[in-house]
C-alpha cells in the first residue's frame, strides 16, 4: 500500500509534463454526421471513413454492458476496444464522443468490478498490460490524470516479476506455464510509452531502464527469425529457444511497433528502434497479406478462434501508431502503410460488412460476427480515417 501511495504522488507530479506531451498534436474538429449510403464502386473519401467508423461503433455498443463496462462480457478484448474508440476520439471528438463519455469513465469504474478483480490485475500479464495501453492512450487524448495513474499500477505488477521467467523475461501467466512474445512486447510497449509520460517520475528513468531492458532481451531471445517475423512463444528452459514450430500471428508482428516508436522518443539513438519497427512492419505487410493487400490471419482463417479475431486490427492499429508518430519516416513508408489501411478499410465495407456488422475475412464475405471480429476490422477503418 505504500508503494501505491507513493507511485501515485509521484505520478500527479508529472501529469501536467504527460499531457502536453500527449497534446503535442492538436486534435481535428468536425461537425456531427448524418451517414448518407453510398455505392460501394465510388471512391472512398476521408468523410466516407468517418461515417463508417461511427456507424460500425454503434453496432458495437450493442454488445456494451455498462453494468459490468465490458463489451460481451469479454476482458482483455475490451481494453482494445477502449483503444479503438480512443484512437478515433484523438482525431474527431465530436463524432464520437456520446459513446467515449459513456465508455471511458464507466470502464474504468466497473470492469474490475465485475470480475471480481482489483485494479485490472487478474492471473495474466498479457490482459493487465492491455488494460494498461488502453489507459495510457484515454489519459493521451482526455488529459484526465486517473487513467494514467491506472496504468502505473497496473504496470507495477509486471514489472515485480520481470526477470523471474525461467528464460529471464516476464512469464506469460501468474502459473508460470511459458515465455511468450505478447506479454513481453506488451512490458516493452507500457514502458516505452510510461517512460514518454513519466520521465522522472517514480524516479528518473524509472521506466525507460525498464524499456530498454525488455528491448535487449526480446532481441537476443531469438523471436524474431531470419524472416524478421514474431514466432509466438519460446521452449522451455533450459533451452528457451525459438524452434521456428510456433505460429505466427498478426498481434505479435504489431506489438512492437509503437513499443519501439515510443522507444525511439526517449533514446539517443532512435534511428535503431524506427529501423526495427520498419522492418518489421513491412516483413509483416509480405508475410500476411494477399496478392490485392488484404491482411490476412493464415493460420485460421474463416474459422478463428475468439482471440485470433482480434489480432488482425491490433497489428493495422500499430501500423497507425507509426504514422502518426514516427520521427524520420520517409514519404515512401508513409505512403505504404496509408495504402495498406484504405486498402482494408475499403474491402471490409464493400465485402465483409452487413447490416454495419463486420466479419473477420476482410476480403468477405461476412460470417459470423463477434464484439472480437467487429472491433478488429473497426481498428483498420478508425485508421483509414486518421490518416485519409
Given amino acids: 500500500m505504500y508503494l501505491q501511495i507513493t507511485l501515485i504522488v509521484a505520478i500527479l507530479s508529472q501529469i501536467n509534463i504527460a499531457a502536453a506531451w500527449a497534446r503535442e498534436e492538436p486534435s481535428i474538429q468536425h461537425p456531427r454526421l448524418v451517414l448518407p449510403r453510398f455505392p460501394i464502386h465510388r471512391r472512398t473519401t476521408d468523410q466516407d471513413y468517418v461515417n463508417y467508423v461511427i456507424a460500425a461503433s454503434n453496432q458495437m455498443m450493442t454488445w456494451y454492458d455498462a453494468s459490468t463496462g465490458l463489451f460481451d462480457g469479454a476482458w482483455w478484448n475490451s481494453a482494445n476496444v477502449v483503444t479503438t474508440l480512443a484512437n478515433f476520439y484523438e482525431k474527431f471528438p465530436d463524432e464520437i464522443g456520446h459513446i467515449t463519455d459513456q465508455v471511458f469513465p464507466t470502464t474504468l469504474v466497473q470492469a474490475p468490478k465485475a470480475l471480481g478483480y482489483t485494479g485490472f490485475l487478474n492471473g495474466f500479464y498479457d490482459d493487465e498490460l492491455w488494460w494498461a495501453l488502453a489507459w495510457i492512450k484515454v489519459f493521451d487524448v482526455t488529459g484526465e490524470e486517473r487513467y494514467l495513474t491506472q496504468a502505473a499500477l497496473i504496470f507495477e505488477d509486471a514489472k515485480i516479476s520481470y526477470g523471474s521467467s525461467s528464460c529471464g523475461a516476464l512469464w506469460w501467466d501468474k502459473s508460470h506455464s511459458g515465455t511468450n512474445s505478447v506479454e513481453n512486447e506488451l512490458y516493452l510497449t507500457t514502458a516505452a510509452k510510461l517512460a514518454n509520460r513519466l520521465p522522472s517520475t517514480p524516479s528518473s528513468g524509472y521506466y525507460y531502464s525498464e524499456a530498454i531492458k525488455s528491448y535487449n532481451w526480446f532481441v537476443g531471445s531469438g523471436l524474431i527469425n531470419s524472416d524478421n517475423l514474431i514466432n509466438d512463444h519460446l521452449s522451455a528452459s533450459p533451452d528457451c529457444a525459438n524452434d521456428f514450430s510456433t505460429s505466427i500471428f498478426t498481434y505479435n508482428q504489431g506489438i512492437l511497433l509503437s513499443g519501439l516508436t515510443e522507444l525511439a522518443w526517449s533514446a539517443p539513438d532512435p534511428a535503431m528502434y524506427n529501423d526495427l519497427a520498419n522492418t518489421l512492419a513491412m516483413a509483416g505487410l509480405a508475410h500476411f497479406t494477399d496478392a490485392n493487400g488484404l491482411l490476412h490471419e493464415l493460420v485460421c482463417e474463416p474459422n478463428c478462434s475468439a482471440d485470433l479475431q482480434q489480432f488482425k486490427g491490433i497489428f493495422s492499429r500499430n501500423i497507425l501508431f507509426m504514422i502518426n508518430r514516427m520521427n524520420g519516416i520517409t514519404d515512401a513508408q508513409r505512403a505504404t502503410y496509408i495504402k495498406f489501411l484504405q486498402v482494408n478499410a475499403n474491402s471490409i465495407w464493400a465485402n465483409d ?36
Fill in 353 to 388: 460488412q452487413v447490416d454495419n456488422q463486420l466479419g473477420v475475412v476482410w476480403s468477405g464475405p461476412k460470417g459470423a460476427v463477434t464484439i472480437q471480429t467487429q472491433s478488429s476490422a473497426l481498428d483498420v477503418i478508425v485508421g483509414a480515417a486518421c490518416v485519409s
